[in-house]
């Protein structure tokens, strides 16, 4: 599973962020833009900055458009501004485009891996929720509505069926990371190791303090205490063993 950075879709930095943990992520809300299709992460990140909303960044955790790609947003662990009152416990995904046909079955596809890479992250079963769900709001749309409370079933597969290979694709796609790394998948180890009750300073620089951490789950995992977060360290982190 690829999600595109934000200095790929060319993100302007936030003013400010403010974290929350692992531990305190509880639901995954869905949302849609109603917008057209053609609506990039940048506008709408424009529009969210600008003076109608004045927020601090994109509402959202992430986005996902029509063709299936996934944006990241405020991100895993930033506290977003998508549905009151639910920001802190909740990750909020949003579909590019209009209810109908924009909500295409490779969207649909990106949101359920989206929602279970979430889950592995943070260690437990996130509930499914659409924004009408939490207040009065027609977002995400009839057609979003309906497939999250269906279970957000990925499309084509039947109820029960094998599980798809949105992990394998995952693990495949994860980088190695090093004591000396730095950025947004340092971040995202350092969530875990939270997760993981091996808490350190989520600042996304890997420093002694997040290798001693890594090196201290390696040896509860099984695995080389070498404090480098490689194929073998990754499923110990995300419990996929
Ligand atoms: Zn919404």
Same mark, same amino acid.
């Given at each position: ?25 509880r ?6 833009s109603? !917008?057209?299709?053609t ?19 994109? !509402? ?29 416990? %909740?990750? %909020?995904?949003c ?21 279970q ?5 943070? !260690?437990?079963?996130?509930a499914?929720?659409g924004? !009408? ?10 057609t979003?509505?309906?497939w ?7 499309p084509?597969?039947?109820?029960? %069926? ?17 004591p ?13 190791? %939270? ?11 890997y420093?002694?303090?997040t ?8 040896r509860w ?10 194929p ?10």
């Amino acid at each position: 599973m690829k999600i595109i950075s934000r200095s790929e879709w060319g993100a302007r930095p936030p003013r400010t962020r403010t974290l929350t943990t692992w531990s305190a992520r509880r639901e995954f809300v869905v949302h849609h833009s109603e !917008g057209p299709i053609t609506q990039t992460p940048r506008q709408i990140q424009d529009f969210h900055m600008g003076p109608s909303r004045g927020w601090s960044d994109i !509402g959202y955790n992430f986005l996902v458009d029509h063709r299936g790609r996934i944006y990241q947003g405020r991100g895993w662990l930033v506290i977003g501004a998508h549905a009151t009152g639910h920001n802190t416990s %909740g990750i %909020g995904v949003c579909v590019i485009g209009r209810d109908g046909p924009d909500i295409t079955p490779a969207a649909r596809t990106a949101v359920r891996a989206l929602y279970q890479y979430a889950c592995e992250l943070g !260690g437990r079963t996130l509930a499914k929720r659409g924004h !009408g769900d939490l207040m009065s709001t027609d977002c995400p749309g009839d057609t979003l509505r309906a497939w999250v409370h269906a279970g957000m079933p990925a499309p084509g597969s039947t109820p029960g %069926g094998p599980p798809t290979s949105w992990m394998e694709a995952l693990m495949r796609d994860l980088p190695t990371l090093r004591p000396g790394a730095s950025g947004e998948d340092v971040e995202t180890v350092q969530g875990l190791l %939270g997760a993981r009750s091996h808490p350190v300073a989520i600042d996304g620089r890997y420093g002694d303090a997040t290798a001693a951490a890594v090196a201290a789950v390696q040896r509860w995992g099984g695995v080389t205490d070498d404090g480098v977060v490689g194929p073998k360290t990754w499923p110990v982190l995300l419990r996929v063993q």
